[in-house]
């Protein structure tokens, strides 16, 4: 209602009623049938008000102004109407201006009609004008093919959101994602492509710099001899390597993720609480001891083992990179038993030895 009370404050002035007597001295001044029409604001007599547009002729006899004859419409509603509608356009267009995401409307064809100002910053351009006069499939996309393949991939393109390159003024290459919609006319045909976007470059770089660093991990993860393992505290598989899997000697690692580690990896079920107990942080920590294959073989591993927690200090998984010692441990057992072999012999020879 404020609106409305300082817009009506505003056209019930002084001027109007000037105007209207202004319009009155004319009639009286010429002789010549003039018609005239009239928008005023008036009061009522219970304190509204009311915009009244007059239609009136005045009656001349002998040359004199005897009388005028005039119709009155209400026209009220469609004054506050066009008002409104006029605060709103002026709303849009303050929101259209200063907005920090950008915003197109594009032909079929592949020109721009209408853009602000953030779109036409993101792509490099000095103004509106320049922007509306490029050729949109070679002058901002990378490859005019790219533009084609877009819309062709859309079927509604109805508030869709897509993530496609573009090529700004200087040749720089951006990332936009892009809210995108078709405007159609009443027969369905496509008047416009339209869209609010906004620059996602940086965090394109960076997601692509992860995928990247993944892609080199997982390369690694399963390409490296040594083995990795990570398991639940409760004693599952949750993710191994192939090398893992090829060193207990099973088939697949969805066949390893089954097993119960206690009772079908350790050669006893109490060796796994005793490695635990004799390093409870279990962090970075070398951890020797020997582990059963599916086969039944006795294997030895040196596991660098830690445990993952979670921001409360509770364990969520054991993890580990290990390798195969069997042969050292084999090697370092026959050295024992010959070294010892030869002390017997050393400690029960008749003769002296220096």
């Not at 405007?183 to 995928?211: N, P, V």
């Not at 040196?302 to 390798?323: P, Q, S, T, V, W």
Request: contains cysteine.
């Amino acid at each position: 209602m404020g609106g409305r009370t300082s817009f009506l404050a505003k056209v019930v002035t002084q001027e109007k009623f000037t105007e209207w007597d202004n319009n009155l001295k004319r009639i009286t001044e010429s002789s010549n049938k003039i018609d005239f029409e009239h928008e005023t604001w008036w009061l009522c007599k219970d304190g509204s008000y009311k915009c009244l547009e007059d239609h009136w002729t005045p009656i001349f006899e002998n040359g004199k102004l005897v009388s005028t004859d005039g119709v009155l419409i209400d026209i009220t509603d469609r004054k506050l109407a066009d008002e409104a509608l006029r605060h709103s356009e002026e709303k849009f267009k303050d929101l259209f201006e200063n907005m920090t995401n950008g915003f197109y409307r594009s032909t079929p064809e592949g020109y721009y009609v209408d853009a602000n100002p953030a779109f036409i910053k993101m792509l490099g351009y000095n103004s509106k004008e320049e922007l509306l006069k490029v050729y949109i499939p070679t002058a901002l996309y990378v490859e005019p093919i790219e533009r084609d393949i877009i819309l062709k991939g859309i079927k509604n393109f109805d508030n869709d959101y897509e993530v496609y390159r573009l090529k700004t003024k200087d040749g720089r290459i951006i990332w936009i994602e892009d809210n995108a919609r078709y405007i159609k006319d009443d027969q369905g045909e496509i008047i416009f492509h339209e869209g609010i976007c906004r620059d996602i470059t940086e965090r394109w770089m960076a997601d692509e710099k992860l995928r990247k660093s993944e892609e080199r991990f997982k390369d690694l993860f399963e390409t490296m001899t040594n083995g990795f393992y990570r398991s639940t505290h409760e004693g599952y598989y949750v993710d191994v390597n192939p090398a893992y899997v090829k060193m207990l000697g099973y088939d697949s690692k969805e066949e390893l993720l089954k097993v119960y580690i206690p009772t079908d990896i350790y050669v006893q079920a109490i060796e796994r609480d005793e490695n635990l107990k004799d390093n409870p942080d279990y962090e970075d920590n070398i951890e020797v001891y020997r582990l059963k294959t599916k086969d039944g073989r006795i294997i030895w591993i040196e596991d660098n083992a830690r445990y993952i927690k979670n921001e409360h200090g509770e364990i969520l998984y054991h993890e580990g990179i290990c390798r195969d010692i069997t042969d050292r441990k084999q090697a370092e057992e026959a050295l024992r038993i010959s070294e010892e072999k030869y002390r017997i012999l050393f400690e029960t020879m008749p003769n002296g030895y220096y």
